[in-house]
């Protein structure tokens, strides 16, 4: 089992965000996490087959919202979309051997780009809110590092290799509260946003 259709390219994107390095050492974090649902986004994120479980769910997706009177909004993961581009342009040449275009290609790219542009152009019956799109368009893109540095404040370093880290990004970057309050100076939230993450004790 894994979620439904309607649920699946939320579920791969914030499953992309799961299974970095600085989410998936926080163990006591995910011991509260229910394991099941945990299990069935790992499952539908599964690469086997070139990520055929998540292929299958999208068709379905976009199945379904195409039979809704008000569409359904489709987000699919775009790092797939990338890869395939990446790999198909990879995996042929753009000239056959005797010089001619190799139309199969551009076809094969083609298809991919149709459907990056139907996702593009679907026009969805939802009420624009500034405050979300503003909020959307100047949130921090944070760096690996200060992921990292976020994931010892929530969890203290367990060993002497993480100790080292924390010491060296804190040194680097000072706390990622810190951080935050920086790249958000100068701009105007329309809504309250934590500065900083709370920290999970460890247990006597």
Do not use: W
Request: a neutral charge; charged letters at 25%; hydrophobic letters at 35%.
């Amino acid at each position: 089992m894994y979620p439904s259709s309607a649920h699946c390219c939320c579920l791969c994107h914030f499953a992309a965000g799961l299974f970095m390095s600085p989410v998936t050492r926080l163990k006591k974090t995910r011991a509260k996490v229910n394991s099941a649902k945990l299990q069935e986004i790992e499952a539908l994120v599964d690469p086997v087959n070139n990520f055929s479980r998540y292929r299958q769910a999208l068709a379905l997706a976009i199945t379904q919202a195409g039979q809704e009177e008000e569409r359904r909004c489709v987000i699919p993961f775009f790092s797939l979309l990338i890869k395939d581009v990446y790999f198909l342009h990879e995996a042929m040449s753009d000239r056959l051997e005797n010089g001619y275009i190799r139309f199969e290609k551009c076809m094969a790219l083609a298809r991919v780009v149709s459907q990056i542009l139907d996702y593009k152009d679907t026009v969805l019956p939802f009420q624009r809110v500034r405050s979300v799109l503003n909020y959307l368009m100047t949130i921090p893109i944070h760096t690996d590092d200060e992921l990292q540095l976020a994931s010892y404040e929530v969890e203290p370093p367990d060993n002497s290799g993480e100790r080292k880290r924390y010491q060296e990004l804190r040194l680097l970057l000072g706390s990622f509260g810190q951080r935050i309050r920086r790249s958000g100076a100068g701009s105007q939230p329309t809504s309250p946003t934590s500065t900083s993450f709370p920290t999970i004790q460890e247990e006597s």
